[in-house]
C-alpha cells in the first residue's frame, strides 16, 4: 500500500473522502488476538509458557501484526469487563487455555506491553489509549449476526467442548456493544471455526458483506466456508 493512504493502527492519519479504517489490511488472513489464539491449540503447553507463546509469536512476526495485537489487547483490558473478557479468550481459544476472570486484564495488559516493547525497538510510535472504536455504524449488525447464530453456537459450544461456557453469546455480544464490533466479529468467526459451529449458505453471505464492511482480507472470512451445511 503506498505511504500516502496507509492508515496505521495505533497511530491513525485521516485521508480526506476516506472511511477511516483500522490499519488491518496488511494481511490477507486473520490478525490480532484472534490469530494469537489460534496459536493456543491443543499441544501449545509444548511451546512453553503462555507467555513464552506470545513472546514468541510478536517477536517472529512483523510489526503491523504486533500492533494490529497490541489494539486489540488494549481494547480487552481497557473494558474493565474481566469475566467477559475471559470468556472471549476461552472461546477463541477453543477451550485450550482459560483464564480466571480475575487475571484477564492483566494477561491482556501484559501482551499489550509485550507488543509495544517489539514495536518501540523497531522505531515504530506506539500510542495509547486506542480511542473509540471506529467501526460503531456496524455495531447493530454485528449484534444481530451474533443474536442470529447464538442458540446454534451455544449448542455447538456445549456439544463440542469438555465443559460448557454458558456466558459466550452473552460475551461476544457485550464485545460488539460495548468494545469493539469489529473484534467481536473476528472472535465471532474464530469460535464458529474452534467449535465447529454449521451456519447455511445466507449467514455466510452475510459474514462475506460484513467482512467487505470491515475491508478484510481474503481469507479472513473465508475460512470459516467449511462450516456451510
Known amino acids: 500500500m503506498p ?26 488472513d486473520d490478525f490480532g488476538v484472534t ?17 513464552d507463546v506470545v513472546v514468541s509469536y510478536v517477536e517472529e512476526t512483523s510489526e503491523p501484526y504486533a500492533e494490529a495485537l497490541a489494539e486489540d489487547a488494549h ?10 473478557v475471559a470468556t472471549l479468550w ?10 480466571d476472570a480475575g487475571k484477564a486484564l492483566a494477561w491482556f495488559r501484559e501482551i499489550a506491553t509485550i507488543c509495544e516493547s517489539r ?3 523497531a522505531g515504530w510510535s506506539v500510542s495509547s489509549p486506542i480511542g473509540e ?13 451474533i443474536d442470529q447464530i447464538g442458540p446454534r453456537l451455544a449448542e455447538a459450544i456445549d456439544r463440542n467442548s469438555w465443559k460448557g461456557i454458558p456466558e ?4 461476544l455480544r457485550f464485545c460488539a456493544v460495548n468494545i469493539c464490533p469489529e473484534l467481536a466479529f473476528r472472535i465471532l468467526l474464530r469460535v464458529l471455526m474452534e ?30 466456508e467449511f462450516l456451510i451445511s
Open 90 to 99: 476461552e472461546c477463541a481459544t477453543g477451550s485450550n487455555y482459560q483464564l
Open 35 to 51: 490469530h494469537l489464539a489460534s496459536l493456543f491449540h491443543q499441544d501449545w503447553r509444548a511451546l512453553g509458557s503462555a507467555r
Open 195 to 224: 467449535y465447529s459451529c454449521n451456519i447455511d449458505q445466507d449467514r455466510y453471505v452475510g459474514f462475506v458483506k460484513l467482512g467487505r464492511e470491515f475491508s478484510y482480507g481474503e481469507f479472513v472470512v473465508s475460512r470459516a
Open 75 to 84: 481494547r480487552l483490558a481497557g473494558s474493565n469487563a474481566a469475566s467477559a
Open 168 to 171: 459466550a453469546v452473552a460475551s
Open 133 to 145: 472504536s471506529p467501526y460503531g455504524e456496524l455495531r447493530e449488525r454485528v449484534v444481530a449476526e
Open 3 to 28: 505511504p500516502d493512504i496507509r492508515v496505521d493502527i495505533m497511530y491513525r492519519r485521516h485521508i480526506p473522502g476516506r472511511r477511516l479504517l483500522m490499519g488491518v489490511r496488511f494481511t490477507e
Open 119 to 121: 514495536l518501540s525497538g
